[in-house]
């Protein structure tokens, strides 16, 4: 099968599609032909050897396609079956992909839609979870017009929160389409969010990484009381929980998405996407982060 994969650390230039042997799925899994594939930014943060230190290394994380091989065991699916989910591998942006937790894709959804979903929704519902956000409770989320932001935002007022979202002024319409109350970032965040939430809010979720967790914390009323998934020095250094996958993830987000999107309660925009020849590209869009919306891989 085709794949992108790199064999040493740098920029757009060391992607490479190359044959590799077909996967095979393991007891609970499927393999899918794969039609989309998702783009994150921890691919170029791969790339540049910022993550992981072993070489070779493929790419992807997640992906949406057929089912075409089911493992033992299986019997919530069926050959020709259209799903998306998390590929146990990390070898996603591939024609072939081995996918160890996953769900029928939506019926109003593409394949690119449906691979737009699986990370955002992940990372956002598990900080939901240890942020312990339920009906009644205000979050503030510092970057809600990204992707992750924007599912946070959804899905929070899904559980029935109350959510502030900060974002530049062009996003302002956006957020309040997703029923979110918009604030500006930058200098004075603690007096505009004031003005909305006199007392502050119950918890805060950064997914921007832009320095304001001593803000966070003063809103929300402790560290305890935030979660970042985007800065890491920061949480050490102010006592935040920087919530990644290997605390736990919230793999239960997938089988849950499709209602609300059929009922018109969620949507992931689309930004952009590239065959899987156009790899690099892709990679240098989403390393300038100027998107809002997913960027995705077509294959086949």
């Known amino acids: 099968m085709k794949a992108v994969r790199f064999h040493r650390f740098g920029g757009p230039e060391v992607l490479k599609i190359v044959d590799l042997p ?3 799925p393991g007891p609970g899994q499927v393999r899918i032909a794969v039609r989309a594939a998702g783009i994150n930014p921890s691919d170029w943060k791969k790339r540049k ?7 070779p290394q493929t790419m992807g994380h997640e992906a949406a396609g057929i089912v ?3 493992g033992e065991g299986v019997a919530d699916v069926a050959l020709g079956d259209e799903v998306f989910g998390f590929c146990v591998d990390g070898a996603a942006q591939a024609e072939l992909a081995v996918l160890s937790h996953y ?8 394949f690119p839609g449906a691979a737009a979903l699986p990370a955002a929704i992940e990372t956002a519902t598990r900080t939901l979870d240890q942020l312990g956000v339920e009906s009644g409770s205000t979050l503030l989320v510092n970057g809600a017009s990204g992707t992750v932001g924007s599912a946070a935002v959804q899905l929070a007022v899904a559980r029935g929160a109350r959510v502030i979202g900060t974002a530049g002024p062009a996003h302002h319409g956006y957020l309040r389409s997703l029923v979110a109350e918009p604030v500006t970032y930058g200098a004075g965040l603690v ?9 502050g809010v119950d918890v805060a979720l950064d997914v921007a990484g832009s320095g304001v967790l001593p803000e966070l914390i003063a809103l929300a009323g402790g560290p305890e009381h935030v979660v970042t998934v985007a800065d ?12 990644r996958g290997d605390t736990g993830r919230a793999l239960h987000a997938l089988a849950g998405i499709g209602e609300l999107i059929e009922a018109g309660r969620f949507s992931l925009p689309v930004a952009r996407t590239f065959p899987l020849a156009e790899i690099a590209e892709a990679h240098r869009v989403s390393e300038k982060g100027q998107v809002r919306g997913k960027l995705v891989l077509l294959v086949g």
């Open 68 to 70: 075409d091989e089911i």
């Open 232 to 243: 890491f020095e920061g949480a050490q250094q102010h006592g935040v929980k920087f919530s």
């Open 49 to 55: 050897g910022l993550m992981d230190e072993e070489l």
């Open 191 to 199: 007096e505009r969010v004031r003005e909305l939430a006199p007392d």
């Open 103 to 110: 769900a029928q894709v939506p019926p109003s959804l593409d």
């Open 22 to 24: 077909d996967p095979h």
